[in-house]
């Protein structure tokens, strides 16, 4: 159980173009998403972590006209790379938090591998 | 700040040995202790969780080790085999806070 899927798993795409990824729980209903950004080698950055229905909160330095985030609903969060340029290329991950339990554990997707040319 | 301090960055372990892997915190209101295992080009998935009112969890061959007072926890990877070869992040938490604060990650190798 708690299987969390991203779409797609790498996108090129043209500088100046959008790009959106979307992160679904496939088996559970998430009460909040996250989205991080990972460089090679490095850890894991948080960029935003957002509730269903509600407006996202972003980190500070993450720019939110640029990295819109949808959370329509309790399995479905979306991340929208606007007008992308080339240091936007990174290896993007969502995770989704299931509550219950004895901990709120996050559950990582897959990833999402983003080269703007 | 980096809240969660990780060491080693690299580590290479013969088949069979044990692999070691530490992590440090300073916010002693941090309340979950979670480990995950990254393999190239996929996300991390969660390995094994403590909390720090036992000092040892131990899951199949991997044991989470955690010394309140020195607020410092380990993984540890028994029999290691090369299958285990991946990035390990360690992780912390608190109540309220929502997200996790991720450790700088350490790249194991073990060799056959």
């Known amino acids: 159980g708690a299987v969390v899927s991203q779409h797609p798993s790498r996108v090129i795409c043209k500088s100046g173009t959008s790009v959106k990824i979307e992160c679904r729980s496939l088996?559970?209903?998430?009460?909040?998403m996250f989205w991080y950004r990972q460089f090679p080698k490095q850890s894991l950055m948080l960029m935003a972590t957002s509730n269903e229905g509600s407006k996202a909160t972003y980190e500070q330095g993450v720019e939110k006209d640029k990295f819109l985030i949808n959370h329509a609903s309790l399995t479905l969060s979306t991340l929208t790379v606007t007008s992308a340029h080339p240091e936007d290329s990174s290896f993007y991950i969502c995770?989704?938090?299931?509550?219950?339990?004895?901990?709120?554990?996050?559950?990582f997707g897959p990833g999402t591998r983003l080269l703007v040319l | 700040q980096q809240q969660v301090k990780q060491s080693p960055q690299s580590l290479i372990v013969q088949k069979g040995g044990i692999s070691i892997i530490n992590c440090a915190y300073e916010?002693?209101?941090?309340?979950?202790f979670p480990w995950y295992q990254q393999f190239p080009g996929k996300g991390p998935a969660l390995l094994i969780a403590i909390r720090p009112d036992v000092s040892e969890k131990k899951e199949g061959r991997f044991t989470i080790s955690f010394n309140k007072s020195a607020k410092q926890f380990s993984l540890h990877i028994m029999d290691s085999q090369p299958g285990d070869s991946a990035t390990y992040f360690c992780a912390a938490s608190y109540p309220g806070a929502n997200n996790l604060f991720f450790g700088t990650g350490t790249r194991l190798t073990v060799i056959p």
């Open positions: 916010n002693t209101a941090f309340d979950y």
């Open positions: 995770s989704a938090s299931v509550s219950g339990g004895e901990w709120e554990t996050q559950y």
């Open positions: 088996d559970f209903q998430a009460t909040t």
